[in-house]
């Protein structure tokens, strides 16, 4: 069985306290924070982090999309990540980035937008607690998952055998019932949901399914 973690991206931000308790039978609260430059749009800072954390008891997976992550490791370890996440594509010495965030006693992720090489990420991936496959291009909750990253998946997976088999295999963007198979399917333990969990009226049955049909 998978493990779920909602995208707060897609929740109502009037309302967010509400919305992360209404999915509270979930693994992890996923927090995507954008720059406006590593992608074109602009979300949250730790301020929200801080919040998100005072609303929940679920660790908190929090996905950089930012250039120059180095800059804001502290200020999101002390607002209540519990997972860093940064990007292949926005780090110059990645595993130097990679210590940074396991020092301050929190675990560390890396991503790789859908065209990146997993070889990219093959030498540290015995570093990292998390590896994060995007199946969209980042930036925006409710677009198509695009199947060429399926592969990729598999790819990590025969990594992570060989050297760090309790590693996360996170996937993010356009993940529903369908998607969410195919992706554990090719060895995917941990599924990030925004818009497919909350247009749904009923949270945590959404959160349930996605769960059941990945027995
Ligand atoms: O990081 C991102 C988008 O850049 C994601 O976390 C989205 O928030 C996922 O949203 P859906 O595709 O599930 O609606």
Redesign the pocket.
């Known amino acids: 069985m998978a493990m779920i973690a909602p ?1 707060i ?2 929740a109502d931000f009037k309302q967010l306290g509400n919305d992360i308790e209404a999915v509270s039978n979930a693994d992890y609260i ?1 927090v ?1 924070v ?1 720059d406006g430059k590593f ?1 074109p ?1 602009i979300t949250i800072g730790p301020l929200i982090v801080d919040a998100a954390k005072r609303s929940t008891s679920l660790p908190l997976d929090v ?1 950089l ?1 930012i250039e120059d992550p180095d800059r804001y490791v502290g200020d999101f370890v002390k607002a209540g990540a519990d997972i860093i996440t940064v990007h292949v594509e926005a780090c110059t010495h990645l595993h130097r980035t990679i210590q940074l965030i396991k020092s301050h006693g929190v675990k560390a992720g890396v991503a790789l937008n859908p065209h990146t090489p997993v070889a990219m990420v093959q030498h540290v991936i015995e570093d990292v607690d998390l590896v994060l496959l ?1 199946t ?8 198509s ?1 695009i199947q060429a990253v399926l592969p990729k998946i598999a790819e990590v997976r025969k990594f992570a055998n060989e050297v760090n088999e309790e590693l996360l295999i996170e996937v ?4 529903n019932e369908e998607t969410a198979k195919q992706c554990v399917e090719h060895g995917a333990n941990l599924l ?6 909350y247009k749904q009226n009923d949270r945590k049955q959404a959160v349930e399914r996605l769960k059941s049909i990945t027995e």
């Not at 990030?192 to 969990?197: E, K, L, Q, Y």
Request: charged share 5%; net charge negative; hydrophobic share 40%.
């Open positions: 995208s991206l897609s996923h995507d954008m992608v749009n996905h999309m995007m969209v291009n980042p930036g925006f909750g409710g677009q998952f993010d963007g356009g993940v990030v949901a925004g818009s497919h969990i």
